[in-house]
């Protein structure tokens, strides 16, 4: 059974950071593309960062060069490092996987086939 759990979040000052957790269990972590999503309120999901069995990083352009994505494979956890965090950054966060997509497709309307969702984690940035 595939399970995906993240941790991590809370709530910080702007400018402050965060690292976000997503441990997975139930396949081979390393042939899934991996993906952070986040949900404001009022909002739709939106794809914040991927990292594909490939290799390949995206991430979306209101977190580039302030959040990086990484991988322990031998711990089968996907982590999302959030730096000069923004009020604008305040979400639900979510990791998925899925073993077919690609890392580009966490930014389109392909994610919402991702097979795989986290429970979420909150991450509130105050002003």
């Known amino acids: 059974q595939v399970q995906l759990v993240e941790s991590g979040g809370g709530s910080v000052q702007a400018g402050g950071s965060l690292r976000l957790s997503c441990a997975a269990s139930g396949y081979t972590y390393s042939s899934y593309c991996m993906g952070w999503f986040r949900q404001a309120p009022g909002k739709e999901r939106e794809g914040v960062a991927a990292?594909?069995?490939?290799?390949?990083?995206i991430y979306a352009d209101s977190v580039k060069g302030r959040f990086t994505i990484s991988q322990d494979i031998t711990k089968n956890t996907l982590y999302l490092q959030m730096n000069s965090l923004k009020p604008e950054d305040t979400a639900m966060y979510y990791c998925?996987?899925?073993?077919?997509?690609?890392?580009?497709?966490?930014?389109?309307?392909?994610?919402?086939?991702?097979?795989?969702w986290g429970q979420g984690t909150q991450v509130t940035v105050s002003s």
């Open positions: 990292i594909d069995s490939d290799g390949r990083i």
């Open positions: 998925a996987a899925d073993r077919f997509m690609t890392a580009i497709q966490v930014f389109g309307v392909m994610s919402r086939f991702f097979a795989y």
